[in-house]
């Protein structure tokens, strides 16, 4: 389709799959703020140093060529035509720069999200009201099922390809690495209000690299983990969740992303755009005379 620079906004913790190796998804957006979904990458991009010149984090800009993913109806789903191609361009180091972008981006609530039909969002909750492990036999979500299943084929014979319902092979990049081991992904999330006055309570899981790599660490949410995804990001951070739904159930989302400027971080005033604007497509509509 073309090549685009994307502000990387999130990156979450590798799914294994048996035929294709560790995959990671990446969401960020676009020149024109634009959400964009960058699905799958192969994990060895940060796990590899072959790929170190190519290897980016959160708040790097990319610049990539992209194309619609077309087995993934999600509009904001972009297939990266060569992975190998991927070029860092930039980074955004400053926090009042950074929300000011969160700020043009931002939902004001998880329903707005739901309802739009994006499958892509950020927001700011209203009230966090508890991080925490849940076990297995109380997912309620059919979408937390079906990740946690995913990241388990390591262990069965589901391929990729046969979860997404991909047939042509070619449309995956070149992961095969079959030897390696991802521990069990867990459930774990938080508890909260979104700003929605009729908000009955989130729980939702959260997918996020850094979280999970925090979680893998210790194995336990009391101590660390707790101290500085709960404690930490209440008391002296503003958190706000990046949320994306999964390619099958479009109305379970889940906290792909953690977003924390300082407490009291101001948004930068600008005097030109963020984000450039699309020049409106011509339809019939723009050559018909109006009659007033
Ligand atoms: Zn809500």
Redesign the pocket.
Known sequence: MAVEKIIVMALTYPELSKKHGPIVCVAGVNEYGEWRRLYPLPFKIWSEDDYKNIKFHKWDVIEVDVEKARHDPRKESMRVKDWRQIKVVGHIEDWSLRLSIVQELLDP???TIVKSGRSLGVIKPREILDFYAKPRQRLKEDAEKLVLEKMEEADSTVTLLEYLGIKDEHLLPEVKEPDTKIEKLPWIGYRF??R?PQ????EMMVIDWEAQELFRKYKVVEGPVKEKLFNYMVEERDLYFIVGNTWKYHKSFMIIGLFYPPKGTKTQKTLIPLFKKRAKPKTLDNFILKRE
């Open positions: 609530d998880i329903e209000y979104c929605n908000c009955r309570g989130h």
